[in-house]
C-alpha cells in the first residue's frame, strides 16, 4: 500500500496532514483533537487529488483568514479613534470651524468603519460555517465582538447629535470610555490563541 496525506479538518479551525495507507482508517490525537478518516484507494493517481486538494483548501483558508484579521484591524482602528474624535468636540466647543472639520472626519471614519466591519464578518461567516471553526471560545469571542459593536454604535449615535447641537459628555468621561474596546480587545485576542473552551 502506498502512504498518503490526507488533510482534514480540526474543531480548532487549523489544517493537520496525517499519514495513512490507501484502505486504512487514520486516527490522530493531540490534546482536544481527535483526528479518524478513512483514505480512499486511487490506483491511477494515489497522490495527486488528495495533495492538490489539501493544498488549494489549505491557502484559501489562509487567505480568508488573512484578509478577515486585516478587515477587523481596520474596524477596530475606528473603533479606538472616533471617540477620540469626541473628545476634540467636546474641548473645541465654541470653534465652528474646528467643529465642522471635525464632523466631516468623524461622518467619513463612521462610514468606512462600517464597511470594514461587514467584510470582516463576511469573512468571518465562511471560517466559521465553510471551515468549520466552532468552539465555546468563539461563542465568548462573538459576544464580545457585539459589545464593541454596541459601543461604535453609541459613538456614531454621539457623533450624529453633536452635528445637531447636542451636548456631549466631558471629555473626562469620553476618555474612559475611549478605553472600553480596549479591554474587550484583550480578551478577544487571549480567546482566539488560547481556545480555553
Do not use: C
Amino acid at each position: 500500500m502506498l502512504p498518503l496525506h490526507l488533510r482534514v479538518s480540526m474543531r480548532s479551525g487549523g489544517m493537520k496532514r496525517v499519514p495513512a495507507y490507501a484502505g486504512t482508517t487514520a486516527s490522530w490525537r493531540a490534546g482536544r483533537w481527535t483526528v479518524l478518516a478513512t483514505v480512499a484507494e486511487n490506483p491511477a493517481s494515489p497522490f495527486q487529488a488528495t495533495e492538490s486538494a489539501s493544498v488549494d483548501q489549505a491557502s484559501l483558508y489562509l487567505w480568508v483568514k488573512t484578509f478577515h484579521l486585516v478587515f477587523v484591524i481596520a474596524w477596530m482602528a475606528t473603533v479606538f479613534y472616533l471617540p477620540r474624535i469626541l473628545v476634540n468636540l467636546a474641548e473645541t466647543s465654541g470653534q465652528a470651524d474646528v467643529q465642522a472639520r471635525l464632523q466631516l472626519m468623524g461622518r467619513r471614519l463612521y462610514g468606512f468603519g462600517h464597511s470594514m466591519f461587514g467584510i470582516a464578518v463576511i469573512l468571518g461567516g465562511v471560517l466559521w460555517f465553510y471551515f468549520g471553526i466552532s468552539g465555546g471560545w468563539l461563542h465568548a469571542k462573538l459576544t464580545l465582538v457585539a459589545l464593541m459593536l454596541v459601543h461604535f454604535i453609541v459613538t456614531g449615535r454621539w457623533l450624529k447629535g453633536a452635528a445637531k447641537g447636542k451636548s456631549l459628555p466631558s471629555p473626562t468621561a469620553l476618555r474612559w470610555f475611549n478605553e472600553l474596546p480596549l479591554l474587550g480587545l484583550i480578551v478577544v485576542v487571549w480567546l482566539v490563541l488560547a481556545k480555553p473552551f
